[in-house]
């Protein structure tokens, strides 16, 4: 989980998470340095509630963007033995507890990725998303989908489930993303080496607390990352399935 200014909600998102029944789960909190005191937090957890065999925490030194986070959090995961990767937001937009429901769809349909999916059959959007960011997210999938010819009903979601092998297979180190669109650049690469990728359906909720990091910079990163992937095709493996 990437964390920055997510003080408000790592306690709730964490809480959630380790009531599940996955035993062997842990959990990875690379914090930003945030200025709320995020990183200090989880540290503290880690500590005094959870102990440092189930939660780790990466402090960076100082916000890097959403894709570095992710490089930094899955690299270090893979280091330490990590057989299955889950990458979620900590704002509780994403439900801890379709986690069980992902891992066994991995496993049982023998997928390298599975996504939880807003526009999978049975997936919705919270109703108090503010129309204009529905708008923004529908319109941002289709503008992805075509220019990168990909069929994922859901490209730019952020609540996945990786095998080991597929992110050694992916190279996530050499993933140039740095903000929103690492989502994208990671479903693309997959595609390009002709895994398997399934979605099941879940409900996104609006953050809990604190603010979108959604910056005017990042959304342009994210309009032009699709042409730039395009020129990469060739190293990035075989062409998408038709």
């Not at 035993?23 to 690379?30: D, F, N, S, T, Y």
């Not at 992110?167 to 595609?191: K, T």
């Not at 879940?202 to 910056?215: A, L, V, W, Y």
């Not at 994210?222 to 990035?236: C, D, E, Q, T, V």
């Amino acid at each position: 989980m990437p964390t920055y200014n997510e003080a408000d909600n790592l306690p709730a998102v964490l809480e959630a998470l380790f009531a599940l029944p996955l035993p062997a789960l842990r959990v990875l909190v690379v914090d930003d340095n945030s200025p709320d005191g995020t990183g200090d937090l989880a540290e503290r957890l880690a500590r005094e509630e959870y102990g440092p065999e189930r939660l780790s925490v990466l402090r960076r030194p100082g916000k890097q963007g959403l894709g570095r986070a992710y490089v930094h959090g899955i690299t270090h995961a893979l280091e330490h033995g990590a057989d299955f990767v889950v990458q979620m937001d900590a704002d509780l937009s994403h439900p801890p507890e379709a986690v069980p429901q992902m891992l066994g769809t991995l496993l049982s349909t023998e997928a390298d990725v599975v996504i939880g999916s807003r526009y999978a059959t049975g997936g919705k959007l919270a109703e108090n998303w503010a129309p204009h960011r529905k708008a923004l997210s529908a319109w941002a999938n289709f503008y992805v989908r075509v220019l990168l010819h990909l069929r994922i009903r859901d490209v730019t979601a952020g609540f996945k489930i990786w095998r080991r092998e597929t992110l050694r297979a992916i190279d996530v180190a050499g993933v140039a993303s740095n903000g929103y669109s690492f989502q994208v650049e990671m479903n693309y690469r997959a595609v390009r080496l002709g895994l398997k990728i399934v979605e099941v359906p879940i409900r996104f909720e609006e953050r809990h607390d604190g603010q979108s990091k959604m910056s005017l910079g990042v959304q342009l990163e994210s309009a032009l990352m699709p042409f730039r992937l395009r020129r990469l095709a060739g190293r990035l493996g075989a062409p998408p399935r038709e």
